[in-house]
């Protein structure tokens, strides 16, 4: 059965007018990118083969545009299309975070670092400069390191943030493994730019940890 001749109801486009974005699985928001199935196939069974074969969604999106097109029910076209969309969701997020609008909602932190730093094969460490109104004046990856861990300087963090003459700093770091759950050695440095920011009136207002799924926030822990 094609998807048109589905229940209306189940429809991945109807069910995203009706009930938004956030209703749909993996598979149907894929499907619904995809258009149409492989031979024999809709567009949903497609999407649920790529997911199974090379998923779960992130890693499937992480992939590199030449191994995207190789891939059954994609090709160049799809390749292309899904890197763009990808962007188009970071830039998304940079407008969010223009320099012009205050940052209310901390989330859309949280999100900008995923989008910066999800996937990466090693660990990198970044500082998002905020003025006294708390705009952002920039974001800068500051430190990586290996798949273990990245050394992080405080000193560093507070030269720049001087530079920038900034009031406020959220910094954020990935975990390769997926694994987003804070150690002992992140607790730490987060300790330890907190009372070295401190010391020249610049306020730590976060630190994201971001693998699989959503980042957390150890300010949310009150551990900032």
């Avoid at 486009?13 to 199935?37: N, P, T, V, Y």
């Avoid at 969701?89 to 932190?109: M, N, Q, V, Y």
Wanted: proline share 4%.
């Amino acid at each position: 059965m094609r998807i048109h001749e589905w229940p209306s109801a189940e429809r991945p486009r109807e069910k995203l007018l009706a009930h938004g974005s956030g209703s749909l699985s993996d598979a149907e928001l894929l499907a619904i990118f995809l258009g149409s199935g492989l031979r024999g196939e809709d567009a949903v069974g497609t999407a649920r083969g790529l997911l199974t074969e090379h998923g779960p969604l992130r890693a499937l999106l992480d992939q590199p545009p030449a191994k995207l097109v190789r891939m059954r029910g994609i090709g160049t076209a799809r390749a292309c299309a899904l890197k763009a969309a990808l962007e188009l969701a970071t830039r998304c997020l940079r407008a969010e975070l223009d320099r012009g609008t205050a940052l209310t909602d901390p989330e859309s932190a949280g999100r900008y670092f995923a989008q910066r730093l999800r996937g990466l094969q090693h660990e990198v460490f970044a500082v998002m400069f905020l003025d006294a109104r708390h705009r952002v004046i920039g974001f800068e990856e500051m430190f990586q390191g290996t798949i273990n861990g990245a050394e992080v300087h405080p000193r560093e963090v507070v030269r720049r943030a001087l530079q920038r003459n900034a009031a406020a700093v959220i910094v954020g770091h990935n975990h390769p493994s997926g694994n987003a759950e804070p150690s002992q050695d992140d607790r730490a440095v987060t300790a330890r730019l907190k009372q070295a920011l401190s010391l020249v009136e610049i306020r730590l207002l976060d630190h994201f940890v971001v693998g699989d799924g959503l980042p957390i926030s150890m300010a949310a822990r009150g551990w900032v």
